[in-house]
């Protein structure tokens, strides 16, 4: 049973983490982190050559997953 309460406590833990989290970037005016990352990764698309490259093999490997 000692189990369980442990794992009540990483859960609750995990969520406080994550609202900390949420808050610190909201302080920096990002209010959404799925739009912040497309952003970012349509910028890396457009400035690294390179970036085009990676990105067809990571997703050529899930793929294959």
């Known amino acids: 049973?000692?189990?369980?309460?442990?794992?009540?406590?990483?859960?609750?833990?995990?969520?406080?983490?994550?609202?900390?989290?949420?808050?610190?970037?909201?302080?920096?005016?990002?209010?959404?982190?799925?739009?912040a990352m497309f952003y970012v990764e349509v910028s890396a698309f457009i400035n690294l050559p390179e970036f085009k490259k990676i990105a067809n093999e990571y997703y050529q490997h899930e793929l294959s997953v």
Do not use: D, P, W
């Not at 610190?24 to 990002?30: P, Q």
């Open 1 to 35: 049973m000692h189990y369980c309460v442990a794992l009540v406590t990483f859960y609750n833990y995990f969520i406080e983490r994550c609202k900390e989290e949420k808050q610190r970037l909201e302080s920096m005016g990002i209010s959404n982190i799925n739009e």
